[in-house]
């Protein structure tokens, strides 16, 4: 197989992946050990996320027309991009908490449902809980004040039965 054939193999695997992808997370892994690497990837295989390190090249073929196409601007230097397919927050939020023990890992920059991020707004992202933390606050918080207004009429109820009586 020629080279031009091996190279184009592998910006079609990384396009594929990316046409399934809800957010894609660009990152500068140089320093980390080889331990924090495996736990790493452990984290996010765990999650779902694919993570991996590809020539920026490659990748540069990859995201064009594509809604990825943002991360071309930021593929300088080693490069390794986590993709993800479901919760498009979960890939930064991990290696949000990665990078407090491991200050080798960088943002570099991300793609969320469309929207180009740097580093600064990947790390903002990060800090957003999960889909599912949300929506279960939202809940919380509209089972209280329906709890106290379902009190409220049980009152309400009870004292107009005490004085029928």
């Given at each position: 197989m020629a080279k031009v054939e091996q190279k184009q193999v592998i910006v079609n695997e990384i396009k594929e992946k990316l046409e399934k992808a809800t957010s894609a997370v660009l990152v500068d892994?140089?320093?980390?050990?080889?331990?924090?690497?495996?736990?790493?990837?452990?984290?996010?295989?765990?999650?779902?996320?694919?993570?991996?390190?590809?020539?920026?090249?490659?990748?540069?073929?990859?995201?064009?027309?594509?809604?990825?196409?943002?991360?071309?601007?930021?593929?300088?230097?080693?490069?390794?991009?986590?993709?993800?397919?479901?919760?498009?927050?979960?890939?930064?939020?991990?290696?949000?908490?990665?990078?407090?023990?491991?200050?080798?890992?960088?943002?570099?920059?991300?793609?969320?449902?469309?929207?180009?991020?740097?580093?600064?707004?990947?790390a903002a992202v990060a800090d957003i809980p999960s889909r599912e933390v949300l929506l279960s606050k939202l809940l919380g918080s509209f089972k209280s004040p329906m709890a106290s207004f379902a009190r409220v009429i049980k009152a309400i109820a009870e004292k107009d039965a005490e004085a029928e009586a």
């Open positions: 892994a140089r320093g980390l050990s080889v331990d924090q690497d495996t736990a790493l990837r452990k984290q996010l295989r765990e999650a779902g996320v694919d993570y991996k390190v590809y020539k920026n090249t490659m990748m540069n073929f990859a995201v064009q027309g594509t809604q990825f196409e943002g991360l071309k601007d930021y593929f300088e230097g080693p490069s390794a991009i986590a993709i993800c397919y479901e919760d498009p927050t979960v890939a930064a939020s991990i290696m949000n908490k990665f990078m407090k023990d491991a200050k080798q890992l960088e943002f570099k920059a991300g793609v969320i449902e469309g929207v180009c991020y740097d580093a600064k707004g990947m």
